[in-house]
């Protein structure tokens, strides 16, 4: 039987040698494939018996292994080498600049919404993506809101020239997964929202809203409190108490406004609840059957709660962000400091 180290030496010669891929894959081949020296060895084993069978087959296995660690090293190695050589040469790279150009941060908004997902999802909801822009009767029929209808007015809208609109809010997506999903419908959708606002420390003409649906048959204002009470309480990390003070929006009858007790100073009056003890945060209520019926379900035998979460303004409210302006400003030295630990 051919001697292992010498085999080994020559293989490391060749390896040395081969300065191209294919050169690599000759080597590869001539060790470890069909006819290879390594694939003759295992073939030879069959002529001896017992202990010398077992202690051969030890030896050319571990040689296999060497030879297969090494042609893969060398194979990166020639593939790194491929790769400097080709960025050297492209004028569209300088391969001299620092690399190192630290490590980014996730937006605020980012943070907040991803707790959020996980907190819905941890209570069997869905979370869907949707379009920004959208079709008048998506953002306003299909939710109850009829052409001259002075709900309208409340919301500045941007028209495109194609007759669609940019959304103005998350409820835009309702029709549409109230049609997936059907009376099991239980999802999220978290969105980019566009209103023609004039800008100051609180008015953006891009917010995020994080809209909420649940339906089924028996859902009612308990289930909506529960689901507004649990979410808050995981948000701000204690528990939350949460009052409904009724609001009027054409999508939800009864509709409500959902406010919590000031998590600054507890509900005794403080500057940031103005005094009051309340905040006003998410409005919400129950889908109005006009809403169902648009979407195909059945008023009569089902129905579902609805909320409409002012997403940036929570963002703004758990980090204590005085200025809206800052959350689309990309200045980094405001936006770094939201480091995922
Ligand atoms: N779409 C409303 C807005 O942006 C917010 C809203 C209110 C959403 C009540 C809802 C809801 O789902 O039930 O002004």
């Known amino acids: 039987m051919l001697n292992i180290e010498e085999l080994s030496r020559r293989f490391r010669e060749e390896l040395a040698a081969a300065q191209e891929t294919e050169e690599l894959e000759k080597v ?10 390594v694939t003759e060895l295992l073939k030879g084993l069959k002529n001896l018996n017992g202990d010398e069978k077992r202690e051969a087959g030890q030896r050319i296995n571990t040689f296999k292994q060497e030879v297969q660690a090494f042609i893969q090293k060398r194979s990166a190695e020639l593939e790194a080498a491929r790769q400097e050589a080709r960025l050297k040469n492209d004028p569209r790279y300088d391969i001299s600049m620092p690399v190192d150009l630290g490590q980014g941060t996730l937006h605020p908004i ?3 919404q991803r707790e959020l997902e996980e907190i819905f999802k941890s209570m069997g909801f869905t979370i869907e993506d949707y379009k920004e822009i959208v079709t008048e009767y998506e953002c306003f ?3 109850n809101i009829p052409k001259y209808h002075p709900a309208r007015d409340m919301q500045d809208t941007y028209y495109l020239e194609n007759g669609q609109v940019l959304k103005t809010h998350t409820s835009a997506a309702q029709n549409a997964i109230l049609r997936k999903y059907g009376a099991n419908t239980r999802a999220i959708f978290p969105g980019r929202c566009f209103r023609n606002e004039a800008l100051d420390a609180s008015h953006e003409n891009t917010f995020f809203q994080m809209e909420g649906i649940m339906v089924g048959e028996d859902i009612s204002i308990s289930n909506l ?9 995981e948000v701000f990390g204690k528990p939350i108490t949460v009052r409904l003070r009724p609001g009027f929006f054409p999508f939800v009858e009864p509709g409500f406004e959902l406010d919590i007790q000031c998590h600054v100073c507890g509900g005794t009056g403080c500057p940031t609840c103005k005094q009051s003890g309340w905040i006003e945060l998410c409005p919400c209520g129950m889908i109005h059957p006009n809403v169902l019926e648009m979407a195909g379900i059945d008023s009569e035998k089902y129905s579902g709660f609805a909320f409409g979460l002012g997403l940036t303004r929570l963002a703004m409210m758990k980090y204590g962000i005085k ?6 400003s990309g200045s980094l030295k405001a936006l770094e400091q939201f480091k995922v630990r």
Request: charged residues 25%; without cysteine.
């Open 28 to 37: 590869r081949i001539a060790y470890l494939g069909k006819k290879g020296s």
């Open 110 to 112: 980012t943070l907040v």
């Open 323 to 328: 200025d809206i302006r800052m959350l689309n």
């Open 141 to 143: 029929e299909a939710v």
């Open 225 to 233: 409190i529960y689901f507004m009470k649990t979410m808050l309480s």
